[in-house]
């Protein structure tokens, strides 16, 4: 649609609602405040707007989510630690934002994410070794940020694993041993069947 306008504070007063969608619209401004109120809400898709300003802290407090997706806005700022504290959250959807800063390690007590996926921000700093705990994860993007250092060890926890991109950064040294043991790689930087794992 053509929706416009900011996203109103009166939406945390929809305390019985699951799903919020108002994707590809015209929304502009900060999200709110008051989305933390929203705690039945499973679904919320406002990805394909021009939202601005941080993610605020309080989606933290919004126990039953499922999926987040806030891809495709002008998200800036840090990614707040408190969505880690989200014990159902499976698909986190950032990509092509204007994100930027560390990656918070509490990230990695969000055991229920398959789906994280942050490409085309400007995170930096290293890669979390915590994300190595994310036992379900399936689909890992960190491409065309700014993250330095090298690829954790502790990445090879990722059993369920089938996607993993980390190109355009600036990562340096070799991608570890159990990691490549990990994703089905032989010695040589060969994308196996059936995974697509791009690393650069």
């Known amino acids: 649609n053509a929706l416009c306008g900011a996203l109103p504070a009166t939406v945390g007063a929809l ?10 619209n015209q929304l502009s401004g900060p999200l709110p405040d008051a989305l933390g109120q929203l705690q039945l809400l499973q679904w919320l898709n406002l990805a394909g707007n021009m939202l601005t300003g941080p993610i ?51 990230l990695g007590r969000a055991r229920s994410l398959i789906f994280l996926v942050l490409s085309n921000n400007a995170f930096s700093g290293c890669v ?19 993250f330095d250092g090298a690829v954790p060890e502790e990445l090879a926890g990722l059993k369920a694993l089938k996607t993993l991109r980390v190109e355009d950064n600036q990562l340096s040294g070799a ?16 994308v196996p069947t059936g995974c697509r794992c791009v690393i650069a």
């Open 15 to 24: 305390r019985q609602l699951r799903l919020l969608d108002l994707q590809d």
């Open 128 to 146: 979390p070794a915590e994300l190595g705990a994310l036992d379900c994860l399936q689909d890992l993007r960190l491409d065309h940020n700014a």
């Open 56 to 106: 605020p802290p309080s989606i933290g407090r919004m126990s039953s989510l499922v999926s987040l997706d806030l891809s495709r806005n002008r998200l800036e700022g840090p990614l707040p630690p408190e969505i880690g504290a989200l014990p159902l959250l499976q698909s986190l959807y950032l990509g092509s934002n204007r994100l930027s800063g560390a990656l918070p390690p509490a």
């Open 175 to 190: 991608v570890p041993r159990e990691l490549r043991k990990a994703l089905g790689m032989g010695p040589e930087p060969v």
